[in-house]
């Protein structure tokens, strides 16, 4: 039995009485024309007046939309969704020193946050220790600075490991902050077996995006594969990628290339997973997603719709996955930062609104909402508890959690949701043809792809194509916020006494023979026997600092920088 | 064939903070204005930032950043400048920045900042006003 | 100190500065071009070409680094394509030589096109002449690498190296098109990917069907050279088959070296007797207002076609 849902008839007739309508159309518009050119999304896809049965004509109810919790997942990865437990509200954060950090975490979760996401500071993200020379004046400015187990100790102070799950962004040297995570956690009396959380440790994205880079890509991937396997084997609950098209977007991508992306260096990562030997079902479902969720309300909907089908079928039919879990597409949304402005800052309260309404209808499974203050800095904690009552609002007052997919069967999202599918499956083609992610990564290509389209977007604001409330129309002052968090740059000299205090205290040996192993391993092909995770842990338990750990790296596996392509 | 004078110009992120969306936009538009462009990207040094505007001969350098970084690399960028005789060199600076930031930035000599929301031909046009290609030494 | 002594003594500041003279062409460089001209000639002169993406940035950023390791000093020149539309350029290859920025034993200059075809610049001679005077030991010029009849660096090279990667069979027949000749070092470069030792069996068999001409010329046998410049592998054999083309050059008692340095200087001498013979032609027009306009404008209104026009202008100039 077919799943079509409208008869030929049926059809039939609306195809006439479309006729209809559009000839109404037309005669109102001689007398009255469309406000509007041309009618596009944020990401400059074109939309049409109105949409009918005949733009969904050919979907197959039960191979393109079905139920929840079933195959294809375009109605979201669990049978219940939000009726029986909410998304995870989960506040990025991270300021100045653990200890500060700490205070924020409790802060949020006494204000009834469900889960921890810790941001870093530029050092503790590029694998450098704050006394470090590059490390200069960044100190706590963007995140947490964290060079010592000690470090990590004092910034989950008083939160109980196995109870509260923890995501932590941070990439390049993911495996080293993980094994401090875990290190911490054991020696708090936690199991590893029962921890959960995320670490971004998403590579790829950072050579197409956000710059974070640390080694070539290659060894890269390497050590991606590495915290995969140690996962699979060891710490079960850890979703060991965050497979991110965040950053993507943030870069000035359009919807589909987030969305074709993302979804590539997913398919990278299973390649390698299986490639190491791990059989797909065993590691798969430890892989979530991290979308962006910018301010073209219906494109993200369609967008998330989307992906969690496109994954489906990836993993069902490239990689012959047979475990449901294998193929669901589990994923945190955050707010588009780039959608936010300096001018009246309070607007954001409204874009971040929307936005998150959309990750909601979408399906997300974890959501961070950006603070008001956000644009400038670190948000403050009055900016932060606004957005976090968001979405608090969203969840209990105003009823978008009660039904599941509520949007599906709209003729509009389903024909954006198969838009979006079809123009992403062009360009996943397209990365097949270049012979991979890592091959198109070498030849710019999605760089260039993303910086077109950033280009192409500013062009269209300063044209007035694209409007921005308070920047290019009803242009506004950037106000002076009283409450805006301001990091003191006397904190580093703080943090770097700390540090020197704490290599002092080590044992030399202890710590010199932690290297010896970690540097074997590294220098050793992979494989299980040269898993880095074990003698992280141990590195860092001797007293190994981060910047120590990727000093390591560098030397074995040689460094990156970005090319900067035009 | 007449000499011709082109305004070159570096444009560098200092610091560790790797997004260059602002950068690489940026650069392009100078481009599309007729200008020659230096780009070094992300994760540079001041040193390296000088170091660069010298052996480039840039009549001007355009700092990207948005990490609250500024509060180092700039006063030590301006300082470098002066160390090697090149503060006839314009910098300038764009990204986020706290409000009580920008008097004091300009006040160790970066002449204009621009904020999110600043348009492009709005800095072309600033660049235009206010930069000129140094003038010949051998003239 | 004036700026003649201050290159001298290495300067980069005045240096600098000197260059963007001379790309801007400003007359009076004439004067301080030719009082550096003796003290040049000392520099060993390396360039680079190839398709984009073929790595010859990361190449020569490697190069750099072995050659500061021997103690020498290194001046590099990268040229990148100016835009026929705005005529602004986004240059960019100093990315790749980051470690170089802070020694002050390299100097790194980015330059454009600026209309200029053949694979360099209007003044990428005189910018290597200015380099050695200023003392580097080493120079080497990297292509902008878009066209396929990049020759000119033949011209202003002692070692010309053509830089390929595996795979891109276009590639093979770029290198056919034209810059088969003038490579003395062939590079495959990436050449931890899949078809490495096929491409090099192509470079070789198109050698080796250019021979009977090279023996005629003296007889150097282009070497092919496999790298990974990313992770620095084949930077100590590519140095290798530098240095043995050197002593090719300096040591062939058939004067290769002469014929090398006798091929720039005839290449810089005509490229300036065009560049000085279309200016002067240009000026002594301008007087009777005539400018290039004006003489386009009578082609597009069929008056005449080029080729007549300029045997007229040439029949009434130079009489």
Redesign the interface.
């Known amino acids: 039995m077919g799943g079509k849902l409208f008869s030929e008839s049926a059809l039939e007739r609306m195809e006439k009485e479309y006729g209809q309508w559009h000839q109404e159309y037309l005669k109102a518009l001689s007398k009255m024309p469309e406000r509007l050119d041309r009618f596009s999304t944020v990401s400059d896809l074109e939309v049409r007046p109105l949409y009918t049965p005949l733009d969904v004509k050919d979907q197959d109810f039960f191979e393109d939309i079905g139920f929840p919790g079933m195959f294809p997942y375009t109605r979201g990865v669990q049978s219940t969704m939000y009726r029986a437990r909410l998304w995870t509200m989960r506040m990025f954060a991270g300021l100045g020193t653990a200890e500060d950090t700490n205070k924020r975490f409790h802060y949020l979760i006494d204000h009834g946050e469900t889960g921890l996401s810790t941001a870093f500071d530029f050092p503790t993200l590029m694998g450098y220790d704050t006394d470090s020379p590059l490390a200069r004046g960044e100190c706590g400015k963007c995140g947490v600075a964290i060079d010592t187990l000690e470090d990590m100790q004092r910034l989950f102070e008083n939160i109980n490991l196995e109870r509260v799950t923890t995501s932590m962004t941070i990439n390049p040297p993911a495996s080293i902050i993980w094994a401090m995570y875990l290190a911490n956690g054991e020696n708090q009396g936690y199991d590893r077996k029962m921890m959960g959380g995320t670490i971004q440790n998403d590579c790829l994205k950072e050579f197409i995006a956000q710059k974070t880079l640390m080694l070539p890509p290659e060894p890269s991937l390497r050590l991606v594969t590495d915290t995969v396997e140690f996962g699979t084997r060891e710490v079960p609950r850890w979703n060991t990628i965050s497979i991110s098209g965040y950053h993507i977007r943030e870069a000035g991508s359009t919807a589909v290339q987030e969305l074709a992306f993302t979804i590539y260096d997913g398919i990278t990562y299973v390649e390698e997973g299986i490639k190491r030997g791990l059989k797909v079902d065993e590691f798969a479902g430890r892989l979530s997603f991290f979308w962006n969720s910018h301010v073209d309300f219906f494109e993200e909907i369609a967008k998330m719709r989307a992906g969690r089908r496109m994954w489906a079928r990836i993993m069902r039919d490239r990689f012959q996955a047979k475990h449901p879990r294998s193929m669901l597409m589990r994923f945190h949304t955050q707010t588009a930062g780039c959608s936010l402005t300096a001018q009246e800052p309070y607007n954001n309260i409204i874009r971040t609104t929307t936005e998150a309404l959309a990750a909601i209808l979408g399906g997300t499974q974890s959501l961070h909402t950006n603070s008001l203050d956000e644009v400038y800095m670190i948000p403050s904690e009055e900016a932060v508890l606004i957005a976090l009552r968001t979405q608090q609002i969203l969840a209990e007052e105003c009823g978008v959690a009660n039904v599941m997919d509520p949007l599906a069967g709209s003729y509009f999202v389903e024909a954006l949701t198969n838009k979006m599918e079809e123009e992403a499956l062009a360009y996943i083609r397209k990365l097949d043809e270049l012979g991979g992610m890592v091959a198109a990564i070498e030849r710019d290509y999605p760089q260039m792809e993303i910086a077109d389209a950033a280009y192409h977007f500013q062009q269209q604001v300063e044209k007035g194509e694209k409007i921005i409330i308070g920047v290019n129309k009803y242009p506004s002052e950037r106000p002076d916020l009283e409450f805006v968090l301001k990091i003191d740059d006397s904190l580093e000299n703080g943090q770097i006494e700390r540090l020197n205090r704490f290599k002092e205290k080590r044992d030399k040996v202890k710590l010199q023979k932690a290297m010896d192993e970690l540097r074997r391993r590294c220098e050793g092909p992979p494989c299980w026997e040269n898993n880095v995770m074990p003698a992280l842990i141990d590195a860092v338990r001797a007293g190994a600092t981060e910047q120590e750990c990727c000093d390591l790296y560098r030397e074995v596996f040689g460094t990156y920088s970005d090319r900067g392509s035009f | 064939?007449?000499?011709?004078?082109?305004l070159?110009i570096l444009i560098a992120k200092p610091?560790?903070?790797?997004?260059?969306?602002g950068a690489?936009?940026i650069?392009?538009?100078?481009?599309?204005?007729?200008?020659?462009?230096?780009?070094?990207?992300?994760?540079?040094?001041p040193?390296?930032i000088v170091?660069?505007a010298?052996?480039?001969?840039v009549d001007m350098v355009g700092l990207s950043i948005l990490?609250?970084?500024?509060?180092?690399?700039f006063p030590?960028i301006m300082e470098l400048l002066r160390e090697?005789?090149?503060q006839d060199i314009t910098v300038i600076g764009g990204g986020?920045f706290?409000?009580e930031d920008i008097p004091k930035l300009k006040s160790i000599g970066i002449k204009e900042i621009f904020?999110?929301?600043a348009?492009?031909?709005e800095i072309i046009g600033w660049v235009r006003a206010n930069v000129k290609?140094?003038r010949?030494?051998?003239? | 100190m004036n700026i003649i002594d201050q290159v001298l003594a290495g300067e980069v500041r005045a240096t600098a500065r000197l260059l963007r003279d001379i790309d801007d062409q400003v007359e009076s460089v004439q004067s301080i071009l030719k009082a550096l001209y003796p003290h040049t000639g000392r520099a060993y002169v390396v360039g680079f070409t190839g398709s984009p993406g073929v790595g010859k940035s990361t190449l020569v950023d490697q190069l750099a680094l072995k050659y500061r390791r021997e103690d020498k000093t290194v001046g590099i020149l990268a040229v990148d394509p100016t835009s026929p539309f705005s005529g602004g350029a986004i240059l960019g290859d100093r990315i790749r030589m980051q470690r170089h920025f802070l020694d002050s034993g390299v100097f790194i200059r980015s330059l454009a096109t600026r209309g200029h075809f053949g694979g360099l610049t209007r003044s990428t001679n005189d910018m290597i002449n200015v380099l050695d005077a200023m003392g580097k030991d080493v120079i080497l010029v990297e292509t902008v690498g878009v066209g396929q009849d990049e020759v000119e660096i033949a011209h202003s090279a002692h070692t010309t190296i053509v830089v390929t990667i595996p795979g891109m069979g276009d590639e093979i027949q770029a290198i056919k098109a034209g810059i088969m000749e003038i490579g003395s070092i062939f590079v495959v470069n990436k050449a931890d990917r899949e078809g490495s030792r096929k491409t090099v069996r192509e470079i070789r068999n198109l050698i080796d069907l250019g021979m009977r001409r090279r023996e005629e010329n003296g007889g150097w046998e282009p070497l092919i050279v496999e790298t990974e410049a990313v992770k620095g592998r084949g930077i100590e054999e590519l140095h290798q088959a530098i240095e043995k083309h050197k002593t090719y050059l300096f040591s062939n008692d058939k004067g290769q070296l002469d014929d090398v340095l006798r091929k720039r200087a005839t290449n810089q001498l005509v490229e300036t007797l065009k560049d000085e013979a279309f200016k002067t032609i240009m000026a002594r027009l301008q007087v009777r207002g005539v400018t290039i306009e004006t003489l386009v404008q009578k082609v597009l209104e069929k008056e005449t076609d080029p080729s007549s026009l300029v045997q007229r202008i040439l029949g009434e100039e130079l009489r």
């Open positions: 064939m007449k000499q011709e004078r082109r070159r610091g560790l903070d790797g997004h260059d969306r690489r936009v650069a392009r538009a100078f481009r599309d204005a007729g200008f020659e462009v230096v780009y070094t990207g992300c994760h540079q040094t040193e390296q170091s660069t010298i052996q480039e001969d990490s609250g970084a500024h509060t180092y690399s030590r090697n005789q090149a986020i706290p409000l904020e999110p929301g348009k492009l031909q290609p140094r010949a030494l051998t003239a």
